[in-house]
């Protein structure tokens, strides 16, 4: 799964979208679900919330957004199908962090891309009555090394498939054309458990975690 991430979008790499000089986004070291972040809809960057609240959902107690989507899902359930054909998106990431209990206790990872580039999540979004848009990232299954830590990750895609997923092709044409990211280049490593808390933001959150000796 994705349940928090790192994005700043003052990089070259999102250059290619029709507004980019006209959007402010703070970087934000901790993006959360039911925050706003960045996404593309149409070649253009809009602020969107994370996190997609159907109205059957409401109606829960102790309700909370759908903020990732299972690839496996797609073209099974009624609640992501209509978007999936209509209402893709691409989510810009600077890296993101996963769990993993040890010895007892959630310890949080960050994933990132070695060369530093900005990485791009296939999404969907859902235009509500009241003029937001909200957001889930699409998920799959692990593959290589990122399996140690969790057994979910973010769909990230090539350019390639950038340009298949908001294409106007069928979902399902696009649908078995986008596994192929390697994830070769993204690595990760240990981070300081102050990212578990949504209201810390600050670039020590991505900063690798050194054990103190004793």
Request: aromatic share 14%; proline share 5%; charged share 25%.
């Amino acid at each position: 799964m994705c349940g928090r991430y790192y994005i700043d979008i003052a990089k070259d790499e999102l250059k290619f979208v029709n507004n980019f000089s006209e959007i402010e986004y703070e970087q934000n070291f901790n993006v959360a679900p039911q925050s706003q972040a960045p996404c593309i809809i149409d070649n253009n960057l809009v602020i969107a919330n994370w996190g997609y609240f159907p109205d059957w959902l409401k109606s829960q107690s102790n309700p909370r957004p759908l903020f990732n989507t299972r690839y496996e899902s797609l073209l099974e359930k009624k609640t992501f199908t209509s978007a999936f054909k209509n209402s893709r998106c691409l989510i810009p990431i600077s890296g993101w962090y996963e769990w993993k209990e040890e010895d007892g206790i959630k310890q949080p990872y960050y994933f990132f891309d070695t060369s530093e580039s900005l990485l791009f999540a296939a999404g969907l979004y859902w235009n509500r009555s009241s003029g937001d848009i909200e957001t889930s990232i699409i998920t799959r299954e692990a593959v290589n090394s990122l399996q140690m830590i969790h057994n979910r990750s973010p769909l990230l895609l090539t350019r390639e498939q950038r340009d298949l997923w908001v294409s106007d092709l069928s979902s399902e044409e696009i649908y078995s054309e986008i596994l192929d990211y390697t994830y070769d280049d993204i690595e990760f490593y240990k981070v300081d458990r102050a990212v578990n808390n949504p209201k810390n933001n600050n670039d020590s959150l991505i900063q690798k975690y050194e054990e103190v000796p004793f």
